[in-house]
């Protein structure tokens, strides 16, 4: 059996761009559970908090809301 690409987990690494509906997502730093990212209106807006997330909460996260990958981050 083949897993469907649709229902896979995004792949977050540290520089990337996500935008859903709402809001878009700039993953900051990323660890071995947990990542620090920005969640922002726009992409002009400024002073942000960067705020703390497990792994596998942000990938659902990003699936649920039909996230797509803006940017891609670095290697």
Same mark, same amino acid.
């Given at each position: 059996m083949t897993k469907s690409r649709k229902h896979a987990s995004p792949v977050l690494t540290r520089g990337?761009?996500?935008?859903t #509906?709402? !809001?878009y997502i700039?993953?900051?730093?990323? &660890?071995? %559970?947990?990542?620090?990212y920005r969640m922002t209106r726009s992409l002009k807006q400024k002073g942000v908090v960067t705020r703390m997330? !497990?792994? &596998?909460t942000m990938a659902d996260?990003?699936? %649920?809301? #039909?996230a797509r990958l803006v940017k891609t981050g670095a290697a």
């Open positions: 990337q761009l996500w935008k #509906d709402r !809001a700039h993953i900051v730093e990323l &660890g071995k %559970t947990l990542l620090h997330s !497990a792994i &596998g996260y990003l699936k %649920t809301n #039909d």
